[in-house]
């Protein structure tokens, strides 16, 4: 880009002087000469125009492609996060089933039949399952999205790659 508005500053640096030059030069000129000054400086303005024209152009896919990546920065965040809660959600779960278990346990060893402790053992398993699932439903949805951002380069990539050529 910088390659670009180098170029861009020496050819308006050049009109001016061609212009400058017309200036001082109309009155005494020769006409064919000025015909061909004039037609000098339409090709520079030609070629001025067509350089702001391609730096308007990558400028406008560079704000696209940088928006592109704040979107998927954003989703894998939001991502993340909800894996996260659902990892806690295991954690937690499991705990309780090992508390749970624990008192069973105990209850056994004193020869006692305590039915809601089944039944809460039973529970505790069952939310464990329940963010087991969810954990891994998050993990399978991120690596899904990953990939498929994976595949958009690559045809974006493709894209340009032919656009270039």
Do not use: F, Y
């Not at 000098?40 to 350089?51: R, V």
């Not at 060893?109 to 891994?136: C, T, Y």
């Amino acid at each position: 880009m910088s390659q670009i508005d180098e170029l861009q500053a020496r050819i308006t640096a050049a009109l001016d002087r061609i212009t400058k030059g017309l200036d001082g030069r109309e009155a005494a000129g020769d006409p064919a000469e000025m015909v061909k000054l004039r037609q000098d400086i339409e090709d520079e303005k030609l070629a001025n125009a067509q350089l702001e024209e391609r730096v308007r152009t990558l400028r406008e896919r560079l704000e696209a492609r940088e928006a592109e990546l704040e979107a998927a920065r954003s989703a894998q965040s939001d991502s993340l996060r909800k894996l996260d809660a659902d990892l806690q959600s295991l954690r937690k779960a499991n705990q309780q089933l090992r508390d749970n278990n624990q008192a069973l346990r105990e209850a056994h060893q004193a020869g006692v039949a305590e039915p809601h402790l089944i039944n809460k053992s039973m529970l505790a398993e069952l939310e464990g399952l329940r963010a087991a699932r969810a954990a891994d439903r998050d993990e399978v949805e991120a690596v899904l999205t990953e990939l498929g951002q994976v595949i958009a380069e690559a045809g974006d990539d493709t894209a340009t790659k032919t656009e270039d050529a």
